[in-house]
């Protein structure tokens, strides 16, 4: 028996041993292919964000990254998947703003981001622009608020359902604005748009205008970006610099690991995030479909901005209805 073996007790002395054993597979990470989850269906937002980053990622790393598509329930079917995964670093999940959500929209659901993942950084994010119809009183966000002070009830808007981006867009500009909207669902985007344009709604807040951005039906009001204007829209004011300070939604992206996954994981894995960020080209590949680069990347950020959402929609969803 050693010396270190009378003073120090076997369950100790393993521990050291097995962390031993597992810093030079971490100094290696990633030795193989790594899999990222995406909630979302192939094409969308987050779907295209996160491939414009994996792809720089992979390149990064020296090891592929492929991207498998589960959407389905609010995002709480990937989320069970990657929870799942061995806390390696070799699954990922990444997924838009519904993760901020889940919690009152899916109150029976098992999964847990909080509980369940290990946060590793926001990826990007998407502003939104309010639009309005052309007839609508109110050529600018002032004389826009001030008729909808004046005629309570009066004007509408749409998004593609309760818990959306637009209807919490929408939602949230009530609330900090105490402005009275009533709210119609619709059950896609597409739909609400063309009831914008034929002037059966008000207005929409909407990620991109498609075909709409030279049509002189409508008219955009401001961007929900916070802190900077949106190059898609240069000339447009965003709601924080007209004066509702504070009030931004996003579609953010954001990526996260199973729990208890090595610390080391999460910083390689940002670093690489970090070193595509700073790429002219996915720059400008995030500029053509209008992506921003968040504030901050990190564990640390995404944990306490993850949280924030969190608090805040769930407000918004508690104090609102599908027909206020």
């Known amino acids: 028996m050693s010396r270190l073996s009378r003073f120090v007790p076997p369950s100790v002395v393993a521990a050291g041993l097995a962390l031993l054993a597992i810093q030079p597979a971490l100094a290696a990470y990633p030795e193989r292919t790594i899999t990222v989850v995406c909630a979302s269906a192939a094409g969308g937002a987050v779907d295209v964000t996160t491939r414009i980053i994996t792809d720089h990622m992979s390149k990064t790393l020296g090891q592929s990254i492929v991207v498998q598509n589960e959407p389905g329930a609010g995002g709480t079917l990937s989320i069970n998947q990657v929870s799942k995964a061995k806390p390696d670093g070799y699954t990922l999940l990444t997924i838009g703003p519904s993760v901020g959500t889940i919690k009152e929209l899916f109150p029976n659901a098992t999964a847990d981001v909080q509980r369940d993942l290990q946060p590793v950084t926001i ?3 998407t502003p939104m622009v309010l639009v309005t119809h052309k007839d609508v009183p109110g050529t600018d966000y002032g004389s826009l608020l001030a008729y909808i002070k004046a005629h309570p ?7 593609n359902g309760r818990g959306s981006a637009g209807h ?16 119609i669902p619709y059950r896609s985007t597409p739909q609400a748009t063309a009831d914008l344009m034929g002037g059966r709604i008000s207005m929409i807040w909407l990620s991109s205008l498609g075909n709409l951005g030279g049509s002189d039906l409508v008219r955009p009001i401001a961007v929900t970006l916070a802190g900077e204007r949106w190059k898609q829209f240069p000339n447009v004011p965003t709601f ?3 004066g509702l300070n504070g009030y931004e939604i996003t579609t953010w992206v954001s990526m996260y ?6 610390p080391e994981v999460a910083e390689k894995l940002t670093a690489a995030v970090n070193a595509a960020l700073a790429d002219p080209e996915v720059q400008a590949r995030f500029d053509k479909i209008g992506v921003v680069k968040p504030r901050a990347t990190g564990p640390a950020f995404l944990q306490k901005y993850l949280n924030d959402e969190i608090e805040k ?6 104090t609102t209805k599908d027909t206020d």
């Open 153 to 159: 009830g009066e004007l509408t808007f749409a998004s």
């Open 257 to 262: 690991a199973p729990k208890d996954a090595p």
């Open 313 to 318: 929609w769930g407000d918004i969803l508690r």
């Open 123 to 125: 990826i990007g994010q």
């Open 240 to 242: 924080d610099e007209l």
């Open 168 to 183: 919490l867009a929408g939602s949230l500009f009530k609330k900090m604005a105490n402005a009275d909207l009533r709210y």
